[in-house]
Nanobody, 122 residues
């Protein structure tokens, strides 16, 4: 079982940037698709971005296209989510997760981190 740990969340103002990181403990995960999801209070967990194990193909939710960038460094066993031009509606707990499928569906992901809070507020 891969345990994932997210970091990099915080309180920022609209228009600011943050970079989230996700690293596993335990065995390496280089053959997994890595995904980022987010969950705002009272809402369902939504897909944000995914990157396949090679670091090539990427998927983004329409709401973050052009603002967020997912990347991974398999040598460091770390996946990143660079978030630019943040908006209040980006406020949520952000989770990373692993999957054997290149997918936007949370049901395809089987290992989840505990999440990191991102709050965008003036």
């Amino acid at each position: 079982q891969v345990q994932l740990v997210e970091s990099g969340g915080g309180l920022v103002q609209p228009g600011d940037s943050l970079r989230l990181s996700c690293a596993p403990s335990g065995r390496t995960w280089s053959r997994y698709t890595m995904g980022w999801f987010r969950q705002a209070p009272g809402k369902e967990r939504d897909f944000v971005a995914a990157i396949d194990w090679s670091g090539g193909p990427k998927l983004y939710a329409d709401s973050v296209k052009g603002r967020f960038t997912i990347s991974r460094d398999n040598a460091k066993n770390t996946v990143y989510l660079q978030m630019n031009s943040l908006r209040s509606e980006d406020t949520a707990v952000y989770f990373c997760a692993t999957s054997y499928q290149f997918s936007t569906s949370a049901v395809e992901y089987n290992n989840w981190g505990q999440g990191t809070q991102v709050t965008v507020s003036s």
